[in-house]
Structures are given as C-alpha cells and as structure tokens.
C-alpha cells in the first residue's frame, strides 16, 4: 500500500488548475466565527441572537519562493484557490491581501496569506 506524505503547502488556482508549493511556515492558524450578538428582553432575560452560517480562514506562509512565485500569487488575489497542507487538509478560499518578505537569501521570498474560507461542494466550488 503506497503512502503519501506532504512536506509542504499546495496552493492551486481552481480555474486553470497552475500550482504554487512551497515549504511552511509551523505558524498555520485555523479560525472560525459566527455573526451574532446578545439583546437585553423585558426582566433582564438575555437571549443570544445568531445570524446563519460560519466563517472560516486559515492562515499560513510559504516560506523560500522564487520571485516568478510570488508574482503568481499576487496574480491571484481575489480569485478561489485550493490550498492543501502538510496533513492533507485541504482548504477552498480566496485572499484579498499577500504579505511578501525577503527570506534569508535575497532570491528567496516569503509570502503570508490568510484564506477566508468559502463553501464548495463534491463535484467543484
């Protein structure tokens, strides 16, 4: 039985399928939240109030990028990517924002993202 094992994070434009991978950053965060809010009924009683649905992001950096890399992601900003980690999650969403930072060499680039979450199904976003 074959196994595969993930050393670093895949970011993939969905439309076309083009591949960006590099090493991680152990940093990686997980975040999710929901609309809502407490109101204030007659006799004091306190009720939460929820809005439908759950946002999500996941934020990570690709650490030693070439230059060409970079400009790829930039290229990217607003548009839906798969993203799968060292663990084999995988992730669909869009950033509006790429922190980019020289990173120990000066040919090499590190790039911070964080991916808000959208929903996808089984047969595509």
């Given amino acids: ?6 050393s670093k994070i895949f970011v993939n434009l969905i439309d076309t399928g083009e591949a960006v991978s590099g090493n991680s950053d152990p940093s990686r965060t997980q975040q999710h939240d929901m609309d809502g809010e407490v109101r204030t009924y007659a006799g004091g ?4 109030i929820t809005r439908e649905g759950v946002r999500g992001s996941f934020g990570f950096t690709l650490l030693q990028l070439t230059k060409a890399n970079v400009d790829t ?4 900003i607003g548009q ?10 995988r ?9 980019v930072g020289e990173y120990l ?12 979450l959208v929903s996808e199904s089984d047969g595509g976003v």
Avoid at 1 to 6: G, H, K
């Fill in 1 to 6: 039985m074959a196994t595969l094992t993930l």
């Fill in 45 to 48: 009683r306190q009720r939460s």
């Fill in 73 to 76: 992601l930039t290229s990217w």
């Fill in 80 to 89: 839906t990517v798969q993203v799968r980690d060292h663990r084999g999650q």
């Fill in 91 to 99: 992730f669909h969403g869009v950033y509006y924002a790429i922190a």
């Fill in 105 to 116: 060499h000066p040919a090499r680039w590190k790039a911070s993202i964080e991916l808000r």
